[in-house]
Nanobody, 126 residues
């Protein structure tokens, strides 16, 4: 059974940095082909895909809203994915979810798709 546990996040200042982690169990990164994603939900809004990384090839992709500011990565030895967030903006405030899926998708996210973690709150405010 796939389990995903996010950690990190919290309160960050505009222009500052935060890092999220997602510890995965129930499957092994370097023995599977899947997409690990960060998907966020701002207050009162729908789900927005942020970034994804392929567990086999390491190929990465970013939403335009975070490109150049956020970096996704994975550590196969720890079976953990990361999201380094820099140059934070107030509009980055959201609950960030770690999501595993068998296909790449950048739109149409909903909780019936893939396997989701419990989410981590990121608040950007001065």
């Amino acid at each position: 059974q796939v389990q995903l546990v996010e950690s990190g996040g919290g309160l960050g200042q505009p222009g500052g940095s935060l890092t999220l982690s997602c510890a995965a169990s129930g499957f092994t990164f370097n023995q599977s082909w899947s997409w690990m994603n960060w998907v966020r939900q701002a207050p009162g809004k729908g789900f927005e895909w942020v970034s994804g990384i392929n567990t086999d090839s390491g190929l990465v992709s970013y939403a335009n809203s975070v490109k150049g500011r956020f970096t996704i990565s994975k550590d196969n030895a720890k079976n953990t994915m990361y999201l380094q967030m820099s140059s934070l903006k107030p509009e980055d405030t959201a609950v960030y979810y770690c999501v595993r899926d068998d296909v790449f998708r950048s739109t149409g996210w909903e909780k019936t798709l893939g396997s989701w973690g419990q989410g981590a709150q990121v608040t950007v405010s001065s």
